[in-house]
């Protein structure tokens, strides 16, 4: 059974930092890409940073510079360290894994950025 499961999320203010982590189980981890989205009410799903088994990162724009994906393949688990936290930042964000045609999603942790 694969589980995704977030944990890291909560309320912190404006100019501050988190991070999230997401630990895998039931996966062979290092072969997947590994990436994290975020859902606003109201909104979309929206990637915020992805990273490749080799290596590779790409974040959204609005992340850029704030925001860092990084993976432990012997935890099997990634990390999204953000900092600056701005109130748009506000949604749940969501674990992702993919390997060419399956998919897994976490069930996702709130992050609340608000003074």
């Known amino acids: 059974q694969v589980q995704l499961v977030e944990s890291g999320g909560g309320l912190v203010q404006p100019g501050g930092s988190l991070r999230l982590s997401c630990a895998a189980s039931?996966?062979?981890?290092?072969?997947?890409?590994m990436g994290w989205y975020r859902q606003a009410p109201g909104k979309q799903r929206e990637l915020v940073a992805i990273l490749q088994r080799g290596g590779i990162a790409n974040y959204a724009d609005s992340v850029k510079g704030r925001f860092t994906i990084s993976r432990d393949n012997n935890k099997k688990t990634v990390y999204l360290q953000m900092n600056s936290l701005k109130p748009e930042d506000t949604a749940v964000y969501y674990c992702?894994?993919?390997?060419?045609?399956?998919?897994?999603w976490g069930q996702g942790t709130q992050v609340t950025v608000s003074s």
């Open positions: 039931g996966i062979t981890f290092n072969i997947y890409d």
């Open positions: 992702h894994a993919r390997f060419l045609s399956s998919e897994y």
